[in-house]
């Protein structure tokens, strides 16, 4: 009896350990992608032998949209994951001008889940004859082979916006500001994150650090606010990071103060959320 | 203020008053040594048998239907807030909600509105009641750990009888300034081994009038009440009594709140085990399992100047145990000991429905549990024949958490999404001494705690009608605190009885609101957001005293004055604390009919709280008569009642109650009640 255990254990442990390690070298060039991620574009970067697909957990929206490459060897199929990927999103418009947005390259050229977030705030949605385009620059480390790949992009206009311009009333400087978080608010505590970019040309819109913020939710039908929010403030990169409050759920107005310099640079800004 | 080492037994509405007003005054027996100084327990009784002696029954219980609320308004020390006709909440010298034990039979109940629409006491019928007690002080701690007191209501119970093993009785009356028709009745039958009783109480009553003849718009009411109780006789003195009550009211307005309650509903059961074991160490265990669950919901449809309709519902469900068992530690040495545990989960909602918009939801109460352990131990030792040293003491243990992400998230906000851990200490000593046969003195002093309520932990934005604030919980308050002292004395004679009481009560952490001015308001219409805290010390002093005059000639005279003032540390009165306010009855019953005259009268209260905006309120003075007659033919007993209250037709209130609403103006009862009882 005794005897007979230890074959049966001897074999479950072989079993064991041959199909864990199986596993391994299964899943050595095996970075899953996280479920909640849905696949919005894939083309190919000729010249760098690359696929890029672009994930998002929404469609592309007019805002800030968080975005995640998944780069592939283009005959292998393999997972690549040593990369200098860049950005460069563009929209051609009916009378023929052309323009870009704001945008954040990879932060790492190894990113340690595989991959390559980045972010582009789209700064209008695509229309007839106004359409996107979002061009990815490959260069892959492991083969030293670079292209770039020119996707097109679908952007829609979001039911409550998420990102807003305005015209700085001390400077006349043209901002964009869009909020990163909350995505799906909730009631009770909600990390609010916005970014701030400002426009220095058609091509050119880099992240403005040296605003500073007052947020104030209101629900408008009831004529109250919030208590306890928290004033986004600069984390880098145009990010500013604060807390915002909802009591109740239902229709939501976030009023934001933007100050620069000491000066108000605009006092009209909203943002208006659903809570279901 | 301590449990009390005496007891007078108040029998309410005998249904044979002529024996009940002939015999003396009745003391429990084991009890009966000592001279009386208990003003605090009323007894609701009906069983003719049981006629035990009644002095004030008339007094307390002016007719067969007379409401619960109406009850506690006459007993000593006792106040209630009135939001409504309706549903009024019962104050302990100042003490109410969370500083109080409100409690059915040693049964924890938790109302399920978040505005007090239903303390406990509006599911509990007089024709339930054996026997009203209340407890001033940090002392009322047998149920639960209190700074105020205890309220605990004795249903009345199946039981057990070797005469009359038959009772029932039928009551209606009709109240004119409600048009309010109250129907209750009530059968008990004892067999050998089985005993059960089962009643039942209706009440319909439109908006009532006041003095001025104007009526009080949103303050009728209905509601059904049905209780019963079976008990089986077990070998050897042991008992079971399964008890239940439920309660469904509906349309009950709330003319001083923004909101009536559209419907609300109590489930109350209880399985008991009693065991008598007379002439031992050990006297009795009772043991109890309960559980009951309430259901709120308020409606604001029948109001016109509704911005925007909303729901309302919450509700509160309590389960819990208790065993408590008594000895005879020698001859002159009672100890009381108890064990108990209770849990209550509460949560209230609320959805608003603006127009072309989104619902707007969220928990006003969010979805909490609360856990209660607490053990008992009280020690009544006489040391001779006139001195009596009393001991007692409760320690409860609290844990209170929240159980719902709904609930986390909001509460997130104000840091309050965090469980609550307290340890509840309280403990108090007394010394009695009678002399000369009528005169008695005792002196109490004691320490009290009580953990912040549900609504002061985790409240959020519960509108306060009151003050016109929306209160926020705090998970951080502390326990109050209260060190007590107290005096009572007497005098008392086969014709004559004169009680009084003096106390000083000093708190500390006294939990109160405090305005936040960067908050704003959800409550539309509210004057802002007060958040509970500490707000350090705080004294209560008062007096309260019965001259009763028992019987002389078919005379009967009854007076009562009760006196309370409180203050915080600052100077600033607290709120909600009546002025001093007494009662005077006169009675002359001859054969079968008697005739009442009743005087009622408060000074002003102008020691208001200002933040609370708190109104001064006038003087009143109220007239009432009663006269009745009844009949007694063999088993049958037909008594009729006849009453006219406030006879002048005042415009008056009460400091407590909320919206500056005037009671009820000239109000004539009549009632009309059959009892058989072989």
Redesign the interface.
């Known amino acids: 009896m005794n005897k007979y255990f230890q074959a049966v254990a001897a074999i479950l442990i072989a079993v064991f350990l041959f199909s864990s390690c199986k596993k391994e070298n299964h899943n050595h060039n095996h970075y899953p992608i996280p479920s909640n991620l849905k696949l919005l574009a894939s083309g190919y970067a000729e010249g760098s032998a690359t696929r890029i697909d672009v994930y998002a957990a929404d469609s592309f929206f007019s805002g800030y949209n968080s975005l995640y490459l998944a780069l592939y060897d283009s005959a292998s199929n393999e997972r690549q994951t040593d990369a200098d990927v860049t950005l460069m999103p563009m929209m051609s418009m009916m009378g023929g001008m052309n323009h870009s947005a704001p945008f954040e390259n990879p932060a790492t050229a190894k990113p340690a889940d595989g991959l390559f977030t980045c972010a582009v705030v789209y700064i209008m949605p695509s229309s007839t004859g106004n359409t996107w385009k979002l061009n990815i620059t490959v260069l892959n480390n492991r083969t030293g082979l670079q292209g770039t790949a020119a996707l097109d992009v679908n952007v829609l206009q979001p039911s409550l916006s998420r990102m807003k311009s305005v015209t700085a009333l001390d400077d006349s400087a043209k901002l964009f500001i869009s909020i990163v978080k909350p995505f799906v608010p909730v009631v009770g505590v909600n990390d609010f994150e916005i970014t701030i970019h400002k426009k220095a040309s058609m091509m050119s819109f880099p992240a403005a650090n040296d605003y500073t913020t007052e947020v104030n939710p209101q629900m408008l039908s009831m004529g109250h606010g919030s208590p306890l929010n928290v004033n986004p403030v600069p984390d880098n990169n145009g990010h500013y990071k604060g807390k915002l409050n909802f009591t109740m759920s239902g229709d939501w107005r976030v009023f934001l103060k933007l100050n620069h310099n000491g000066a108000v640079a605009d006092s009209t800004l909203y943002f208006d959320v659903t809570i279901p | 203020m301590f449990t009390r080492l005496l007891v007078i037994q108040v029998l309410l509405a005998a249904l044979l008053p002529s024996a009940a007003m002939q015999s003396h005054l009745h003391t429990d027996s084991s009890l009966s040594e000592t001279k009386t100084l208990q003003l605090n327990e009323v007894i609701v009784c009906d069983q003719t048998h049981h006629s035990a002696p009644n002095n004030s029954a008339n007094f307390y219980k002016t007719n067969k239907l007379s409401t619960t609320d109406e009850i506690l308004a006459r007993m000593m020390g006792v106040s209630l807030i009135k939001r409504g006709a309706y549903g009024m909440e019962p104050v302990l010298r100042v003490y109410s909600a969370g500083q109080i034990n409100l409690t059915i039979n040693g049964m924890r109940i938790y109302g399920a509105c978040t505005d007090k629409m239903d303390p406990a006491t509006i599911y509990i019928e007089p024709n339930n009641l054996q026997n009203i007690r209340t407890t001033h002080g940090a002392g009322g701690n047998e149920t639960g750990s209190s700074i105020g007191g205890s309220v605990d209501m004795l249903m009345k119970q199946a039981e057990f009888t070797h005469c009359r093993r038959t009772y029932a009785n039928a009551n209606i009356s009709y109240n004119s300034a409600n048009h309010a028709v109250n129907a209750s009745s009530a059968v008990s039958m004892s067999f050998d081994k089985v005993a059960f009783r089962i009643n039942g109480t209706y009440r319909k009553a439109s908006n009532y009038s006041v003095g001025g003849n104007y009526v009080v718009p949103h303050s009728g009411y209905e509601k059904v009440n049905f209780g019963t109780s079976v008990a089986f006789k077990l070998p050897k003195q042991h008992k079971l009594v399964a008890d239940y009550i439920g309660d469904i009211g509906w349309n009950i307005g709330y003319p001083a709140l923004p909101m009536d309650a559209g419907k609300a509903i109590a489930n109350i059961a209880s399985l008991s085990h009693v065991w008598l074991a007379e002439k031992r160490v050990l006297q009795s265990i009772e043991t109890k399992m309960y559980f009951n669950h309430i259901y709120h919901s308020m409606d604001d449809t029948q109001r016109d100047d509704t911005i925007?309709h909303m729901d309302m519902p919450g509700w509160s469900y309590t389960a819990g145990w208790f065993s408590e068992a008594t000895l005879h530690a020698g001859s002159g040495n009672r100890i009381k000991l108890r064990a108990d545990y209770a849990n209550n989960f509460s949560r209230a909602e609320?959805t608003?429905y603006?127009e072309n918009?989104?619902?707007?939801?969220?928990l006003t109460l969010p979805d909490n549990n609360r856990h209660f352990a607490g053990v008992y131990f009280s020690d009544e030792y006489a040391i001779g024949k006139h001195h009596k040293l009393n001991f007692n003491s409760r320690l409860e243990y609290m844990h209170a958490e929240l159980t719902s992400d709904?609930g986390?998230?909001?509460?997130?906000?104000?840091g309050a999404n965090k469980p609550v851990n307290r340890f509840v200490p309280s403990a108090g000593v007394s010394y009695s001494a009678s002399f000369a046969k009528f005169l008695s003195s005792k002196i109490s002093v004691a320490y009290g705690e009580r953990a912040p309520n549900a609504g002061e932990l985790y409240g959020?934005?519960l509108f306060n009608r009151f003050d016109g604030f929306d209160y926020v919980g705090n998970a951080e308050l502390k326990n109050e605190r209260t060190v007590q002292a107290e005096w009572n004395a007497g005098f008392e004679n086969k014709q004559v009885a004169i009680h009084y009481s003096v106390f000083y009560n000093h708190i500390y952490n006294y939990i109160m609101g405090t305005v936040?001015n960067?908050?704003?308001?959800?409550t539309?219409g509210a004057r802002g957001?007060k958040k509970f805290a500490n707000m350090g010390e705080a004294m209560v002093t008062g007096v309260e005293a019965r001259l009763m005059v028992y019987e002389i000639k078919g005379f009967q005279s009854m007076h009562t004055l009760k006196y309370s003032y409180a203050r915080l540390k600052n100077g600033e009165p607290l709120p909600q604390v009546p002025p001093l306010k007494c009662y005077h009855v006169f009675r002359y019953s001859i054969k079968g009919w008697h005739i009442q005259a009743e005087g009622e009268w408060a000074l002003a209260q102008n020691r208001i709280n200002q933040l609370s905006g708190e109104l001064a309120t006038p003087f009143y003075g109220l007239i009432h008569l009663r006269t009745g007659y009844k009949l007694v033919l063999g088993s049958h007993l037909l008594q009729v009642n006849f009453a006219v209250e406030n006879l002048l037709n005042r415009n008056y209130r009460e400091h407590l109650d909320w919206g500056n609403i005037p009671r009820m103006g000239r109000n004539f009862v009549v009632s009309l009640s059959y009892a058989f009882s072989q």
């Open positions: 925007m609320m608003m603006p918009a989104q619902a707007m939801f969220m709904f986390h998230n909001q509460a997130a906000i104000f959020f934005y936040q960067e908050f704003s308001a959800m539309q957001v």
